[in-house]
């Protein structure tokens, strides 16, 4: 064990400062760094109401010796780093000799160590910076470090957290972190009194998939293996149809550390290029292993973020590794199916458009998961064949006009009379024959408009229907995004999707909009999930709601590729007097474009 020592200014000087303290979960962070640091087997994590008021860590490791106590809780001062030279060969967590003077300044805090060969520990206090003298302890080996009211002397700080929950999510996030960057540990963690995860040691970084992320994703995986120059990566990859609707499932470790690296990131995406539909994220753990000479961890005081001697060889490491290992999984034919994207690349991309072309790779009974239920709700669309393509032309015939079966509703200008030819294009465009010229329907923004309309109005009148599952369905989560859920259940009930907390980041789904039908009731929370775990601030209530409305109007809704048979394209356009502003859909873009017969005339000089 390395005695601790001040840092000298020079050091110092070249240690990337700034604040590491902004919630419980970065004090329970460095806690559980320092003990992992100190050789631990076992870390037992105890907090009360989300962190704020108690955090306690137990660990089992080196101890410090009674006279370093009080250099362990002052600015600059490490037993993990001697020299400058030394920040370029970093094995520890820690070094900056930082984080528990950070903590002290704005909590409570009480240490109590023993190195195993003493007879007795010792302990000190340190409330808002101020020292308490040394008093002996009588504890066992290895360190207790106990946090109480953290930014008890900064209320503004206080102001900035959130609910129990979230915090609570963003702690379960940082264990999470460390427990599978580090799986022959042993970790505990306890919340008010109960005990939330029991994390036994583990060969196995797979267990600890599972463990937290649940059978499903821990299935769906398919180990990796590469070396190129001195880098080592391992890890695992999962199916693409794991996918999810934000990168929080890509867990990158650079040597046991977890790190964000937007190069990296980008790396995981492109392995996957062509086997996910635009706005959907892989799932992985990987973890690079490199000689601390060639990474700078010194870049970022929360060390999250490194510099590499040679990014772009890495990029091409993770890159080529995971596009091996899907093509060896066999699951990289799908990639050479036609780009159907290609036409639409200059379009901006936005939520509704994330789809656009990419359907035509999908399933045929992921085709019947976006189509809406049948039994006069939403549009009554019979099963669509999705491929080959085939533009066909139809005219619709009485059967499919408007329900009451004349042509005189108080409609829009683009109403369709019976006899106007209909015409479906790249499977994404509705084209008809109006009177005065021709209307192009984007199909899937149309479709999408009227859904929002539908859950709007039914909102509205309290009439939300909605679908019982015989069985409540349990659906796994990180405990983040449980907790996002469930602070948003109130306005997820009024739409219908009923949900409580099962614990362990398991939510249990009684009910789901009927108007989502055929989706499978958990895809449709996964969604919700996304949606919410993607919205920076809290949104108010209204926000809220028109936010889920819209983004499940768009899931449900039919896509850019889907190919639609006459009566669907009937009903979809029968619907369109059934709203009120068909012409654009929920995220502003229009649903249609009108090119007058006028204007074709001039164009081709006839006029
Ligand atoms: N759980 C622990 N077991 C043994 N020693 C500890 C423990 N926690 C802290 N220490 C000692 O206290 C010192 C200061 O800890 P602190 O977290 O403030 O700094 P650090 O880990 O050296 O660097 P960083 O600020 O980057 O975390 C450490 O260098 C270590 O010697
Ligand atoms: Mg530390």
Redesign the pocket.
Known sequence: ????HQLSQLVISKISAGE?IERPASVVK??L???I??G?TRIDLEVENGGVDKIV?V?N????QPD?LQ????SH?????SNADDLFRIG????????????GGVAQVT?Q?RPADLPCGAEIYCHGGEMSPIKPWNGSP??R?EVKHLFFNTPVRRKFLRTTSTELGHITESLTRLALAYPSLHFTLKHNGKLMHEIPATAGLLDRIGLFFGAEVRKAMHEVHAERGPARLAGYIANPACDRGNAKLQYLFLNGRWIRDRSLGHAVQEGYRGLLMTGRYAVSFLFLELPPELVDVNVHPT?SEVRFRDAQTLFHLVLTTIRSRLTEANLVPQLQAPDPNAEFGTRNVETSDAEIGMRNVESESEADELVPPSGGQGLNFPQAPVRPYNPEVFHTSSETSSPDGNSSIPNSEFRIPNSHKVLQLHDSYIVIETPDGMLVIDQHALHERILFEQFKNRWRGGTMEKQRLLIPEPVELTAEQAARVLEAKTELAELGLEVEDFGNGTVLLSSYPALLGKKVPATILREVVDFLVTQDRTPNREQMLNGLMSMMACKAAVKAGDRLTPAQISALLEQRHLVNDTHHCPHGRPTSLLFSRRDLDKQFGRI
């Open positions: 064990m390395n005695r601790i590491v460095e806690l760094e320092n003990s640091d100190a631990s860590v660990d490791g080196h101890g410090i370093d250099l362990a809780l002052a001062a490490t037993s993990k780093l520890t967590l820690g070094f900056r000799g930082e984080a528990l003077a950070s903590i240490l160590s290895g360190t470090l060390k």
